[in-house]
């Protein structure tokens, strides 16, 4: 059980180091929409939409300008942007 937390934690936390430096004004790397969406899908793994839900938020307050995941994670399970 603990591993799965450290898990989540950890996949959480390379969210927010992705998407910490994103601007409103800048497009995002083709690169990083793709390790966005990869890590997207491995929180819906984990712990399906309320996870990404969370993780998004968490992503979302640390940057607002974070808020263009939930068109990258469109269409991973249940998610729509």
Request: with cysteine; charged share 30%.
């Amino acid at each position: 059980m603990q591993e799965i937390f450290l898990e989540i934690a950890e996949t959480i936390e390379q969210l927010c180091e992705l998407t910490k430096r994103w601007t409103a004004h800048e497009d995002i790397p083709k690169s990083q929409q793709h390790e966005c969406r990869t890590l997207g899908r491995e929180l819906h793994k984990i712990g399906g939409e309320s996870l990404m839900r969370e993780a998004f938020y968490v992503a979302r307050g640390r940057n607002p300008a974070a808020s263009v995941i939930q068109c990258y994670w469109d269409n991973i399970g249940d998610w729509r942007w």
